[in-house]
Protein backbone atom coordinates (compact mmCIF):
# COMPACT_ATOMS: atom_id res chain seq x y z
CA UNK A 1 0.00 0.00 0.00
CA UNK A 2 1.05 3.68 -0.79
CA UNK A 3 2.15 5.30 1.95
CA UNK A 4 1.65 9.00 1.56
CA UNK A 5 3.26 12.02 4.24
CA UNK A 6 0.60 15.58 4.66
CA UNK A 7 2.42 18.26 6.38
CA UNK A 8 -0.84 20.19 8.21
CA UNK A 9 -1.30 22.66 10.47
CA UNK A 10 -3.85 23.78 12.61
CA UNK A 11 -6.38 26.47 12.59
CA UNK A 12 -7.33 28.52 15.62
CA UNK A 13 -10.79 29.18 14.64
CA UNK A 14 -13.43 26.30 14.26
CA UNK A 15 -16.34 26.26 12.13
CA UNK A 16 -19.23 24.47 13.64
CA UNK A 17 -20.18 20.83 11.72
CA UNK A 18 -22.05 17.69 12.79
CA UNK A 19 -21.86 14.06 12.02
CA UNK A 20 -25.17 13.39 10.19
CA UNK A 21 -27.22 10.31 10.57
CA UNK A 22 -27.25 9.43 6.71
CA UNK A 23 -28.79 5.75 6.65
CA UNK A 24 -32.21 6.95 7.90
CA UNK A 25 -34.60 9.37 5.93
CA UNK A 26 -38.09 9.67 5.42
CA UNK A 27 -40.90 11.15 2.46
CA UNK A 28 -43.60 12.56 3.22
CA UNK A 29 -46.39 10.48 1.81
CA UNK A 30 -50.39 10.39 2.01
CA UNK A 31 -51.05 6.43 2.71
CA UNK A 32 -54.23 6.44 1.07
CA UNK A 33 -52.71 7.44 -2.34
CA UNK A 34 -49.61 5.52 -2.66
CA UNK A 35 -49.24 1.96 -2.27
CA UNK A 36 -46.97 0.74 0.02
CA UNK A 37 -44.41 -0.19 -2.67
CA UNK A 38 -45.01 3.64 -3.90
CA UNK A 39 -44.06 4.74 -0.33
CA UNK A 40 -41.10 3.17 -0.31
CA UNK A 41 -39.66 3.83 -3.34
CA UNK A 42 -39.80 7.35 -2.20
CA UNK A 43 -38.26 6.94 0.73
CA UNK A 44 -35.50 5.11 -0.21
CA UNK A 45 -35.19 8.18 -3.16
CA UNK A 46 -35.12 10.36 0.19
CA UNK A 47 -32.27 7.91 2.01
CA UNK A 48 -30.21 8.41 -1.53
CA UNK A 49 -30.91 12.17 -1.25
CA UNK A 50 -29.32 12.62 1.84
CA UNK A 51 -26.18 10.54 1.65
CA UNK A 52 -25.66 11.69 -1.56
CA UNK A 53 -26.43 15.42 -1.72
CA UNK A 54 -28.82 14.87 -4.92
CA UNK A 55 -32.05 16.08 -5.21
CA UNK A 56 -35.05 13.65 -4.43
CA UNK A 57 -36.23 14.47 -7.66
CA UNK A 58 -32.92 13.30 -9.79
CA UNK A 59 -33.36 10.21 -7.61
CA UNK A 60 -36.12 9.46 -8.92
CA UNK A 61 -35.10 10.07 -12.32
CA UNK A 62 -32.33 7.55 -12.88
CA UNK A 63 -35.24 4.75 -11.89
CA UNK A 64 -33.25 2.98 -9.93
CA UNK A 65 -33.55 -1.00 -9.04
CA UNK A 66 -36.49 -1.44 -6.50
CA UNK A 67 -34.98 -4.50 -5.48
CA UNK A 68 -31.71 -3.58 -5.43
CA UNK A 69 -31.71 -0.93 -3.20
CA UNK A 70 -34.49 -2.47 -1.06
CA UNK A 71 -32.01 -4.99 0.35
CA UNK A 72 -30.18 -2.37 1.97
CA UNK A 73 -33.64 -1.67 4.03
CA UNK A 74 -33.65 -2.70 7.77
CA UNK A 75 -36.76 -1.33 9.31
CA UNK A 76 -39.21 1.01 8.26
CA UNK A 77 -41.61 3.00 10.06
CA UNK A 78 -44.51 5.92 10.00
CA UNK A 79 -44.85 9.17 12.21
CA UNK A 80 -47.75 11.55 12.07
CA UNK A 81 -46.90 15.28 11.69
CA UNK A 82 -48.90 17.75 14.29
CA UNK A 83 -52.28 17.56 13.04
CA UNK A 84 -53.25 20.87 12.65
CA UNK A 85 -50.37 20.98 10.17
CA UNK A 86 -51.25 18.20 8.06
CA UNK A 87 -54.44 15.55 8.58
CA UNK A 88 -53.97 12.91 5.75
CA UNK A 89 -49.93 12.83 5.31
CA UNK A 90 -47.41 11.12 7.08
CA UNK A 91 -43.56 10.72 7.27
CA UNK A 92 -42.32 7.44 6.30
CA UNK A 93 -38.82 6.29 7.16
CA UNK A 94 -36.81 4.01 6.37
CA UNK A 95 -33.71 2.63 8.08
CA UNK A 96 -30.96 1.55 5.79
CA UNK A 97 -27.54 -0.55 6.08
CA UNK A 98 -25.26 2.09 5.31
CA UNK A 99 -22.17 -0.14 4.02
CA UNK A 100 -24.91 -1.66 1.39
CA UNK A 101 -26.18 1.38 0.52
CA UNK A 102 -22.75 3.00 -0.06
CA UNK A 103 -21.59 0.24 -2.61
CA UNK A 104 -24.96 0.08 -4.08
CA UNK A 105 -24.52 3.99 -5.28
CA UNK A 106 -21.09 4.08 -6.09
CA UNK A 107 -22.11 0.98 -8.66
CA UNK A 108 -24.69 3.59 -10.10
CA UNK A 109 -22.16 6.38 -10.08
CA UNK A 110 -24.45 8.49 -7.53
CA UNK A 111 -21.78 10.66 -5.19
CA UNK A 112 -21.18 10.26 -1.71
CA UNK A 113 -21.48 13.45 1.04
CA UNK A 114 -19.56 12.57 4.28
CA UNK A 115 -21.75 12.40 6.98
CA UNK A 116 -19.58 15.20 8.59
CA UNK A 117 -21.08 18.33 7.73
CA UNK A 118 -20.77 22.12 8.57
CA UNK A 119 -23.71 23.68 9.97
CA UNK A 120 -26.22 26.07 8.63
CA UNK A 121 -27.41 29.26 10.67
CA UNK A 122 -31.45 30.44 9.77
CA UNK A 123 -33.42 32.96 10.66
CA UNK A 124 -37.46 32.48 9.68
CA UNK A 125 -39.58 35.60 9.76
CA UNK A 126 -43.21 35.48 8.62
CA UNK A 127 -45.60 38.87 7.51
CA UNK A 128 -49.28 37.53 8.15
CA UNK A 129 -52.46 40.01 6.86
CA UNK A 130 -53.68 40.38 10.84
CA UNK A 131 -50.30 40.16 12.57
CA UNK A 132 -47.84 41.78 10.77
CA UNK A 133 -43.88 40.81 10.19
CA UNK A 134 -42.58 38.82 13.38
CA UNK A 135 -39.83 36.38 13.71
CA UNK A 136 -41.32 32.24 13.23
CA UNK A 137 -41.39 30.60 16.51
CA UNK A 138 -40.34 27.31 17.36
CA UNK A 139 -44.01 26.02 17.37
CA UNK A 140 -44.92 27.76 13.77
CA UNK A 141 -46.18 25.54 10.98
CA UNK A 142 -43.47 27.31 8.81
CA UNK A 143 -40.59 26.27 11.69
CA UNK A 144 -41.85 22.97 11.78
CA UNK A 145 -41.66 21.94 8.08
CA UNK A 146 -38.21 23.50 7.54
CA UNK A 147 -36.72 21.98 10.67
CA UNK A 148 -37.89 18.59 9.25
CA UNK A 149 -36.87 19.39 5.47
CA UNK A 150 -33.39 19.88 6.50
CA UNK A 151 -33.53 17.34 8.42
CA UNK A 152 -34.47 15.02 5.54
CA UNK A 153 -32.31 16.74 3.28
CA UNK A 154 -29.06 16.08 5.54
CA UNK A 155 -28.44 19.57 6.69
CA UNK A 156 -27.57 20.63 9.83
CA UNK A 157 -29.24 23.41 11.05
CA UNK A 158 -29.35 25.97 13.92
CA UNK A 159 -32.16 28.37 14.01
CA UNK A 160 -32.54 31.36 15.75
CA UNK A 161 -34.48 31.62 18.68
CA UNK A 162 -35.51 34.78 19.10
CA UNK A 163 -36.12 34.39 23.02
CA UNK A 164 -32.67 33.99 23.72
CA UNK A 165 -30.35 34.97 21.14
CA UNK A 166 -29.03 38.42 21.27
CA UNK A 167 -28.63 40.02 17.96
CA UNK A 168 -28.47 43.63 18.79
CA UNK A 169 -30.42 46.32 17.16
CA UNK A 170 -31.60 43.83 14.37
CA UNK A 171 -35.19 43.35 14.08
CA UNK A 172 -37.25 40.68 11.25
CA UNK A 173 -37.45 44.17 8.88
CA UNK A 174 -33.14 43.21 8.67
CA UNK A 175 -33.94 39.55 7.32
CA UNK A 176 -37.53 40.74 5.16
CA UNK A 177 -34.95 42.65 3.34
CA UNK A 178 -31.76 41.18 3.36
CA UNK A 179 -30.10 44.46 5.12
CA UNK A 180 -26.29 43.80 4.06
CA UNK A 181 -25.02 44.84 7.56
CA UNK A 182 -27.14 41.98 9.41
CA UNK A 183 -25.92 39.56 6.37
CA UNK A 184 -22.15 40.99 7.42
CA UNK A 185 -22.50 40.42 11.09
CA UNK A 186 -23.72 36.90 10.96
CA UNK A 187 -20.95 35.81 8.84
CA UNK A 188 -18.44 37.53 11.03
CA UNK A 189 -20.41 36.35 14.35
CA UNK A 190 -21.39 33.06 13.87
CA UNK A 191 -18.99 29.60 13.41
CA UNK A 192 -21.69 28.40 10.84
CA UNK A 193 -20.46 27.53 6.35
CA UNK A 194 -23.37 29.45 5.72
CA UNK A 195 -26.20 31.50 7.16
CA UNK A 196 -30.27 31.65 5.46
CA UNK A 197 -32.48 34.60 5.84
CA UNK A 198 -36.23 33.01 5.12
CA UNK A 199 -39.16 35.49 4.59
CA UNK A 200 -42.38 34.04 4.35
CA UNK A 201 -45.78 35.63 3.43
CA UNK A 202 -49.37 34.43 4.19
CA UNK A 203 -52.15 35.39 1.74
CA UNK A 204 -55.66 34.42 1.08
CA UNK A 205 -53.96 32.98 -2.36
CA UNK A 206 -51.40 31.06 -0.63
CA UNK A 207 -47.47 31.70 0.45
CA UNK A 208 -44.67 33.04 -1.13
CA UNK A 209 -41.06 32.95 0.20
CA UNK A 210 -37.83 35.35 -0.51
CA UNK A 211 -34.50 33.76 0.89
CA UNK A 212 -30.76 34.81 1.19
CA UNK A 213 -28.49 32.25 1.13
CA UNK A 214 -24.99 33.48 2.70
CA UNK A 215 -21.64 31.65 1.56
CA UNK A 216 -18.34 33.32 2.84
CA UNK A 217 -16.24 34.10 -0.19
CA UNK A 218 -19.27 33.92 -2.70
CA UNK A 219 -22.24 36.56 -4.20
CA UNK A 220 -25.22 36.46 -1.69
CA UNK A 221 -27.78 34.05 -2.96
CA UNK A 222 -31.42 35.09 -3.37
CA UNK A 223 -34.68 33.02 -4.79
CA UNK A 224 -38.00 33.59 -4.56
CA UNK A 225 -41.14 31.27 -4.92
CA UNK A 226 -45.20 31.50 -4.72
CA UNK A 227 -47.13 28.47 -3.70
CA UNK A 228 -50.00 27.43 -2.38
CA UNK A 229 -48.83 24.09 -0.03
CA UNK A 230 -46.53 25.00 2.69
CA UNK A 231 -44.69 22.00 3.18
CA UNK A 232 -44.20 21.37 -0.61
CA UNK A 233 -43.02 25.13 -0.89
CA UNK A 234 -40.46 24.89 2.09
CA UNK A 235 -39.30 21.55 0.50
CA UNK A 236 -38.22 23.54 -2.71
CA UNK A 237 -36.33 26.02 0.03
CA UNK A 238 -34.29 22.94 1.52
CA UNK A 239 -33.50 20.94 -1.81
CA UNK A 240 -32.36 24.21 -3.50
CA UNK A 241 -30.11 24.80 0.30
CA UNK A 242 -29.34 21.36 -0.35
CA UNK A 243 -28.07 21.47 -3.55
CA UNK A 244 -25.81 24.57 -2.48
CA UNK A 245 -24.75 22.85 0.63
CA UNK A 246 -23.52 20.25 -1.03
CA UNK A 247 -21.65 21.47 -3.62
CA UNK A 248 -17.61 19.98 -3.93
CA UNK A 249 -18.89 18.44 -0.82
CA UNK A 250 -19.37 14.92 -3.04
CA UNK A 251 -16.63 12.23 -3.12
CA UNK A 252 -17.17 10.37 -6.16
CA UNK A 253 -16.31 6.86 -6.92
CA UNK A 254 -13.19 6.82 -8.21
CA UNK A 255 -11.79 8.86 -5.27
CA UNK A 256 -12.55 6.20 -2.63
CA UNK A 257 -9.71 3.84 -1.96
CA UNK A 258 -7.93 2.25 1.47
CA UNK A 259 -4.77 4.52 1.79
CA UNK A 260 -2.67 4.74 4.92
CA UNK A 261 -1.16 8.41 5.38
CA UNK A 262 1.41 9.78 7.75
CA UNK A 263 0.00 12.70 9.00
CA UNK A 264 2.27 15.61 11.10
CA UNK A 265 0.40 18.93 12.63
CA UNK A 266 2.32 21.82 13.20
CA UNK A 267 1.10 24.95 15.85
CA UNK A 268 -0.69 22.62 18.63
CA UNK A 269 0.09 25.42 22.04
CA UNK A 270 -2.11 24.14 24.14
CA UNK A 271 -3.80 21.22 25.37
CA UNK A 272 -7.33 22.25 24.33
CA UNK A 273 -6.24 22.66 20.90
CA UNK A 274 -4.85 19.14 21.50
CA UNK A 275 -7.99 17.74 22.38
CA UNK A 276 -9.97 19.80 19.74
CA UNK A 277 -8.13 18.24 17.11
CA UNK A 278 -8.23 14.38 18.33
CA UNK A 279 -12.39 15.36 18.53
CA UNK A 280 -11.81 16.39 14.91
CA UNK A 281 -10.25 13.38 13.98
CA UNK A 282 -12.63 11.10 15.97
CA UNK A 283 -15.38 12.43 14.27
CA UNK A 284 -14.41 12.77 10.73
CA UNK A 285 -16.11 10.72 8.50
CA UNK A 286 -13.16 10.17 5.99
CA UNK A 287 -10.92 8.75 8.54
CA UNK A 288 -11.35 5.18 9.59
CA UNK A 289 -9.04 5.14 12.44
CA UNK A 290 -5.54 6.88 13.25
CA UNK A 291 -2.53 6.97 16.04
CA UNK A 292 -0.68 9.23 17.45
CA UNK A 293 3.12 8.54 18.19
CA UNK A 294 4.50 11.69 18.90
CA UNK A 295 3.90 14.87 20.32
CA UNK A 296 6.61 17.25 20.62
CA UNK A 297 7.24 20.92 20.30
CA UNK A 298 3.49 21.83 19.38
CA UNK A 299 3.59 19.16 16.02
CA UNK A 300 1.86 15.97 16.28
CA UNK A 301 2.90 12.85 14.59
CA UNK A 302 -0.02 10.16 13.35
CA UNK A 303 -0.37 7.05 11.05
CA UNK A 304 -3.83 7.60 9.82
CA UNK A 305 -6.03 5.32 7.67
CA UNK A 306 -8.36 7.27 5.39
CA UNK A 307 -11.08 5.85 3.00
CA UNK A 308 -10.29 8.59 0.05
CA UNK A 309 -7.26 9.26 -1.57
CA UNK A 310 -5.10 11.73 -0.18
CA UNK A 311 -5.59 14.80 -2.28
CA UNK A 312 -9.33 14.08 -1.42
CA UNK A 313 -8.89 14.10 2.03
CA UNK A 314 -6.85 17.26 1.64
CA UNK A 315 -9.63 18.82 -0.39
CA UNK A 316 -12.17 17.96 2.40
CA UNK A 317 -9.87 18.89 5.57
CA UNK A 318 -8.86 22.68 3.65
CA UNK A 319 -12.47 23.63 3.20
CA UNK A 320 -13.34 22.68 6.80
CA UNK A 321 -11.01 25.09 8.42
CA UNK A 322 -9.73 23.27 11.14
CA UNK A 323 -6.12 21.97 9.79
CA UNK A 324 -4.77 23.44 6.97
CA UNK A 325 -2.74 21.70 4.21
CA UNK A 326 1.00 22.72 3.95
CA UNK A 327 2.21 21.76 0.55
CA UNK A 328 5.95 20.35 0.71
CA UNK A 329 7.41 23.20 -1.63
Request: charge should be negative.
Amino acid sequence: MRRVTLFLMFFVGQINAAVVVSNQAAALVDPGQLSATEQSHLAMAAVISKKSGLSVKSILNKQLSDEAFGSAVLRSYYERPPVEFSSNQMWFSVVVDEERLKDLMLEQKIPVWPDRRGELFVWIVEEYEDQGLVSAAPNSESYYWLVKWFEQKGVPARFYNYESDDLLDFQPRDVRFLNPDWVDFVEENYDSVASLFVFINHSRNGYSYRYGLSQPGQPLTIKNLKFVDLSSGLESLASDVQSRMSTNQQVFADEFSQTTVSVRVNNIVNADQFLTLTAYFDNHALIDKYHISQLNNGQITAMMDINVLPDTFVKFVSKEKVIDHLPLD
